[in-house]
């Protein structure tokens, strides 16, 4: 099992820049698929990043694509979320997650780091 604590989060003008972090606590990071999730007030929680256990593969939401980049350094147990060129839609609460494989669903969540971007 593995704990998960966001940090990062903030208050942030449209075009500006932010970077999350995801601390793992408990079984190693290195063990599971890392994603980045994004919830909006009133709406669902969304799919932004993924990372796979050795950060060689990853993918990111169109939306996000060639603005925000997931990175994980298994030594330091973290894993990483850079957002660049932020757009007020692009605010709310990011979680963290992991999960086994690809091929299975995230069981592991953090409780979030809130991000809001002004117009």
């Known amino acids: 099992q593995v704990q998960l604590v966001e940090s990062g989060g903030g208050l942030v003008q449209a075009g500006g820049s932010l970077t999350l972090s995801c601390a793992a606590s408990g079984r190693t990071v290195s063990s599971y698929y890392m994603g980045w999730f994004r919830q909006a007030p009133g709406e669902e929680r969304k799919f932004v990043a993924d990372?796979?256990?050795?950060?060689?593969?990853?993918y990111a939401a169109d939306s996000m694509k060639g603005r925000f980049t997931i990175s994980r350094d298994n030594a330091k147990n973290t894993v990483y979320l850079q957002m660049n060129t932020l757009k007020p839609e692009d605010t709310g609460v990011y979680y963290c997650?992991?999960?086994?494989?690809?091929?299975?669903?995230?069981?592991?969540w953090g409780q979030g780091t809130q991000v809001t971007v002004s117009s």
């Open positions: 997650a992991a999960r086994a494989s690809s091929l299975v669903q995230y069981a592991y």
């Open positions: 990372i796979s256990r050795s950060g060689g593969s990853t």
